[in-house]
């Protein structure tokens, strides 16, 4: 193929920045991305510029070992959507400029003066060259034109896994070295001020890096006052979450007073994104660099004085030149901008027309000369509240900025659609020669964190860290009131967020906002709080029996005061910009009212096809809140329909929500057949996420008898079974045991072939919990036909498709135990077949097959099978069977010797944290092969622990089945440890060979066989 030429970025323009966060743009317009796996590979290509990296090496940067089996063609998926962001003109198929394939990977070959990496580089090289040929002066300024394209840290807030983080961190040194070189060189030529910028920034990138901060004390030496210290260079890193390109602006045009420049830099965001926060922080630093910092705060409403923000700020210049220039007071025009003295009544008023422009003039000179001696920050806040003149002010001074000052502004965003005058000195600034204009975002979930942390003191479990970045929209001033309310209540859980409430700071913010509202749009926002966080715009107009552009009109005045916003990609929706703003305004409308108003919404969601797959989710929540208003057994149907949805999704905690609330709901109104419904579905979405041992027996019980009662003879089979298993795997044997009689003797009198074969597999389940492999083996073999030929649809029959795939599971376990892998392996590949995608039935067999590899003694079969198993359920939604394949792949990694120790302490925290309190099914089976995994890691001390509580569990819990297994794995310990290890290995193969466990009957006689021959897999 012939060489694709090069083009330069010119053609377009396209611009890529990595040096900080990952940004993409041309013609100096922003471009999206993509999801963050998407964006992340994008920046792992532009890190790697000019060479390639393997599509397996992609997928292991992007999923580690949590990669599934398509992640190779999601990386092809993602480059071709990278190749039309970047090359949207680009025809189907074509290979792409930029973006392309090489050998078995991919390859980003940049344009020129595209990428800020390269330009970094060829800026850094030119600075080398220059040293070399005596010219440090030339030198110098390459390096500084090289450090001033850093923002922050390479990727920032990309870096996701260990690799990743290597490939960025590895640009952060470059980044690094090259301030450590021009360092020294800035002190050499006694220009030590150029770099101390990029030096602080460097330290607060890496506070560790001893490099960087050798070389920073030493240019704030050289510097001498008023420099900071080296401790100071932090503070802001560690007093602001986030904004790490937002504070480099703002450093760089402090920066720029102190070498005799100027800057002007506007800042624009919603109420509560952390404008005010981040003036605050720039003021801070300035002062301690020794610049003089003058607050104009603005006021909202008409009981501001005009001119308000100038007035503080000339008054801020008198009270920094001392006593004697403030007695004597200014003179001509600013005379109106000081507050008199007697009882500080403020006298100023609007200029007229006649002296606006000296006025303008003279604090333009005045800002001059108190800036020669010292530099200016100028800080004006809420700039949306500012006058006409004070405005216009602004728009005078930024024409005419004195050296030596700078102005930072800060406004609403919404503000400019609604004041035309702010909208001309924006427009006015816009035109002067290096201006910034700083749109502030919300915080990403991380930051969300980060700023949780700090508000409560310590680290916010994942969920709950999720729950508030969700709640408040990534809005800093909601994400710590939420923490202070949630830390108030002494309770930092999931549950504790969900009954939290919205704080009455937050409240009072948005009732506010709502103040002025006529009584129409009031009502309509009220009605739309109610349907949810997204409004479909046709639901609305007919709850309330409007047309639709009359909620359009009527809720207009809602969008310029930042309340509500459209919904990207989606004309026939709006959007609360937060749902604490939608709760805020739902918590304000009466009981009764909302009550009908969810009804209502009920209602309009039967009658209009949203085409949306969360109808029935949140018809069974309108149906709910409206309590007695709605037909219970309507509500009850809709409670069990969004159950039985939720959990085809696999949103277990939903799902188990919805039908607890169906249930009960059912049973408080007579409604049997309801009732029993709810409980089929919620017993096996219970058993699917953690275990039958997570249910409640009574609520068994209880389903048992209705089926009964009803003449169900195979649901009530099914419920009996079910608390069979519950027992079983809560390590009630006592209890499970006899149940398993009754269903035996159950089956053994009925016709029905589904019921005798529950008899059959309840027993066959019991021989194997007490031991006996081979009655088991037997009493399962015989079910198997009836399984097999009777499967239940998921669909239809939840419980009866969960048991019976559990069945399925147990008989070929057994069969391994019995001695024929083989036969074991083919049972499980028509499991595999049967699953199709269903993620749920992959965990299910790929967790018996874990099992059932490391019991066998094959660490390779059971990582490859955990891999593909945890991949298909990253979220650890199913606990109980996603346990046993984490718990598997640890073992297989520590028993391959890859990093053993770390791989026995995950498991070993695994297990303390999951299946010892209250015990649960096979943990002395886990137990045994964590003492093999630090067998591995050569610590037989905690081997032996883990074998000793192995064998404890054994007795308490009278689960055998594993019995000889362990008696192997002491003769493997002994053996390691010197001991004598024959006799306990001979014991281990006549109880096997007893309880026909041929499995470990083999094992144990390779093991006798001596150590040469090893433990070889069967």
Known sequence: MAELPVRSAADGALRLHILGPLRVGRAGVGLDVGPPRQARLLALLLAQAGRPLSTAMLVDLLWGDDAPASAPNVVQRYVGALRRLLEPELPAREPGSYLRRQDSGYLFVPGEGMLDLVAFRQRVEAARAALAEQRPEAALSDYIRALELWEGPAADGLRHGAGATGVFAALDGEFFDACVAAAELSIRLERPQQVLRPLRLASAMDPSCESVNTALHAVLTAAGPPSATADDATVTRESVVGRAAERVTLQRAVSASLDGGTGLVFLEGEPGVGKTRLLEEAALDADRRGVLVLWGRCREGDGAPAMWPWIQIVEGVLDARGSADRDQGPTGELVHLVRQREGDVVEAALPVEGSQFRLFRQVVDLLARTAAPRPVLVLLDDLQWADTASLQLLGYLAEWLPERTVVVGALREHGVLSDPELTRMLSTVSRVSGHRRIHLGPLGPDEVTELVRREIGR????????????????????????????????????????????????????????????????????????????????????????????????????????????????????????????????????????????????????????????????????????????????????????????AARSALVAAEQQLQSAAQLARDADLPEWELAALSQLTAVVGMRTGYRASAFDALERAEQLARTLGREREAADFLFSRRAAYSQAGRLDRSGPLARRLLEQGSDSPDPLVCAYGLLAWGIHQWDVGDVGEAFRY??????????????????????????????????????????????????????????????????????????????????ALRVAREGIAEDPEFSYRFFGLYLRLARLWALAVTGREPAVAAAEAERLIEAMLLDPPRSNVPTWCGLLAEAWLAADRPAKAAAALDRAEHFLESTGQRYAEALLLLLRARLLRATGGEASSVAERAGALAREREAHLFARRAADFLAGPDAGDRPA
């Not at 703003?581 to 009804?599: F, G, K, N, T, Y």
């Not at 309108?622 to 509500?635: F, Q």
């Not at 198997?784 to 599971?809: F, K």
């Not at 391994?816 to 077949?833: K, S, W």
């Open 459 to 646: 680290d916010p479990a994942p969920e709950v860290a999720r729950g508030i970045y969700t709640r408040t929209a990534g809005n800093p001033f909601f994400v710590r009131e939420l923490a202070r309310l949630l830390a108030d209540g002494g309770v930092f859980t999931p549950e504790a967020l969900t009954r939290g409430g919205v704080p009455s700071t937050v409240r009072d913010v948005v009732r506010d906002r709502m103040d002025g509202l006529g009584d129409r749009t009031s009502e309509l926002l009220r009605t739309a709080s109610v349907v949810g966080r997204d409004v479909d715009l046709r639901l609305l107009a007919g709850i309330t029996r409007l047309d639709v552009a009359s909620c359009l009109a009527a809720l207009e005045p809602v969008h310029a005061l930042g309340l509500l916003a459209t919904v990207p990609g989606d004309p026939f929706s709006v959007r609360f910009t937060h749902d604490l703003v939608r709760e805020s305004v739902a918590r304000d409308i009466p009981q009764a009212r909302a009550a009908r108003l969810h009804l209502a919404v009920a209602d309009g969601l039967e009658k209009v096809d949203l085409g949306d797959v969360f109808t029935a989710e949140r018809r069974a929540h309108h149906l709910w809140a409206a309590g007695p208003l709605a037909d219970p057994a309507r509500t009850a149907a809709a409670l069990v329909a969004a159950g039985r949805r939720a």
């Open 780 to 861: 399962l073999g015989r079910a198997n036909r009836t399984l097999v030929e009777d499967l239940a649809e998921r669909a239809e029959r939840p419980l009866r498709y969960d048991l019976q795939l559990m069945s399925l599971g147990m008989l070929a376990e057994v069969t391994a135990l019995h001695g024929d892998v083989d036969a074991a392996r083919a049972l499980l590949d028509g499991m595999e077949i049967a699953a199709g995608e269903d993620s749920y039935a992959i965990t299910v067999w790929t967790s018996f097959a874990a099992r059932i590899a490391a019991m066998a003694g094959d660490p390779e079969w």
